[in-house]
């Protein structure tokens, strides 16, 4: 199952590592009736490309929880700071929703993924953050299939 990424700007290209997408699908797939989200790390190597090091799942629950979520964010933003072998920090966010059916950001997932938007272009300049949407219903039909 490939994830939908819209970019926030048109025309940048996103690399994703082997490692950043493992972990997101198997967050997804860990919990696989719930709501999970996590954050992407990386840095822009040009006005016009992202690379994506690492993902950092934060939640499989509601989020709802605002405080859980600012925490699990400000975490995640330290570590990608300290990450060693560049200037990596946060780039992106992904969602998988709870329901096979549902291919959309919810508002929740769509705030945090702003909130996500706007670090980085503190952070960058300008901002080159992506909001990565895995598709819940193709996930659980090649496991199965």
């Given at each position: 199952?490939?994830?939908?990424?819209?970019?926030?700007?048109?025309?940048?290209?996103?690399?994703?590592?082997?490692?950043?997408?493992?972990?997101?699908?198997?967050?997804?797939?860990?919990?696989p009736l719930r709501n999970v989200n996590g954050v992407?790390?990386?840095?822009?190597?040009?006005?016009?490309?992202?690379?994506?090091?690492?993902?950092?799942?934060?939640?499989?629950?509601?989020?709802?929880?605002?405080?859980?979520?600012?925490?699990?964010?400000?975490?995640?933003?330290?570590?990608?700071?300290?990450?060693?072998?560049?200037?990596?920090?946060?780039?992106?966010?992904y969602h998988a929703n709870e329901l096979h059916a549902d291919d959309r950001f919810t508002k929740a997932a769509?705030?945090?993924?702003?909130?996500?938007?706007?670090?980085?272009?503190?952070?960058?300049?300008?901002?080159?953050?992506?909001?990565?949407?895995?598709?819940?219903?193709?996930?659980?039909?090649?496991?199965?299939?």
């Amino acid at each position: 199952a490939l994830p939908h990424t819209p970019s926030a700007k048109m025309g940048v290209k996103y690399t994703l590592s082997e490692k950043a997408y493992v972990k997101l699908i198997l967050h997804a797939l860990k919990f696989p009736l719930r709501n999970v989200n996590g954050v992407l790390v990386g840095r822009v190597v040009s006005d016009s490309a992202v690379e994506i090091v690492d993902a950092i799942p934060m939640l499989h629950s509601s989020l709802a929880v605002t405080p859980n979520v600012e925490i699990a964010m400000e975490q995640a933003a330290l570590h990608a700071a300290a990450t060693p072998g560049g200037d990596y920090t946060l780039v992106g966010y992904y969602h998988a929703n709870e329901l096979h059916a549902d291919d959309r950001f919810t508002k929740a997932a769509a705030k945090i993924a702003d909130a996500v938007a706007g670090g980085a272009a503190a952070c960058q300049g300008g901002s080159t953050a992506c909001a990565l949407l895995i598709d819940s219903a193709k996930l659980g039909s090649e496991v199965v299939g």
